[in-house]
């Protein structure tokens, strides 16, 4: 697999993945989970009190995980996407949603339309996220808010890769995340034995499975560089937190959270992903 690749092909690559995998793509994705459900709709809740309800952009939305817990909270609400596929299962009864089959990049919707933009787990697919981040500055209102997650930190990426593979000395917890952050063993793997469909898989995750993750202090100058007045760009899920959610409870996970939040930077590593919070 090249280092470097073009922006077309990285779009090519997403176009294709996600044209074949839409209908398999729900049953698959770990944000899709009863617990992550409820915690993404509490924040869309807060984020329609604090920015305004009328309008919500959800950039990237593949098959509706964000409008659909949308529906609650906002009078009107747009899904982006350049997957006709994923876009064919956009839950749109409502009649407050409604899909643009569009590059992020270039939203066909007027200057400030917007409250509350959003990106969950698609940042890290695209080539140039510079220009979908201006793209949901100007798509917002004075006042509006771009909120993001599940996007890779590039610390974490870093961290496993340094390690052993073939170590014993290690946990389980550990040796799962190593596996995970290897090219031949990411989500959707049915394709790692085709090695055409396997390289442009790891092309439509560009910024994670070719680039190595995304680093959060470069971020944060850039979203204050675009014009954002105020940036929080903030880790979350520590190594092993799904372990101690599920084998311990959800409080005990909280506390090491909080926990490990409270010793940033030195726990950065720490953490797989990042969100944004960054208000114009």
């Known amino acids: 697999m090249k280092n470097e690749y073009s922006a077309e092909e990285i779009l090519e690559a997403n176009l294709k993945i996600y044209e074949l995998t839409a209908n398999e793509y729900d049953a698959e994705q770990p944000h899709f989970s009863p617990e992550n459900k409820e915690l993404f709709s509490s924040k869309l809740k807060m984020l329609s009190e604090t920015a305004g309800n009328s309008v919500l952009v959800d950039l990237g939305c593949g098959t509706g995980f964000v409008t659909e817990l949308s529906v609650p909270y906002f009078e009107q609400i747009y899904g982006v996407d350049i997957s ?40 890290h697919h695209l080539f140039d996220y510079e220009a979908t981040l201006r793209e949901a500055y100007r798509l917002l209102k004075d006042g509006g808010v771009f909120y993001s997650e599940e996007d890779p930190n590039r610390l974490f990426w870093d961290g496993m890769k340094e390690l052993n593979p073939d170590s014993q000395e290690y ?28 390289e442009t898989l790891a092309k439509s995750e560009y910024q994670k499975m070719v680039k190595g993750g995304m680093s959060m202090s470069l971020l944060n100058d850039l979203l204050l560089k675009i014009g954002f007045s105020k940036v929080k760009v903030e880790p979350y899920w520590y190594l092993g937190q799904g372990f101690v959610m599920h084998n311990i409870s959800f409080e005990a996970a909280k506390t090491i959270e909080d926990y490990l939040l409270k010793a940033r930077p030195m726990s950065d590593n720490l953490f797989k992903y990042f969100r944004i919070e960054a208000w114009k």
């Open 84 to 123: 006709p596929n994923m876009l064919a299962l956009v839950k749109t009864d409502s009649g407050k949603v409604k899909v643009i089959a569009a590059p992020t990049d270039a939203v066909p919707l007027e200057d400030g339309i917007s409250n509350v933009v959003t990106s969950n787990s698609f940042l």
């Open 171 to 198: 946990s389980d917890i550990v040796k799962r995340e190593i596996e995970n952050v290897k090219l031949e063993e990411f989500e959707m793997s049915q394709f790692k034995d085709d090695k055409e469909m396997f």
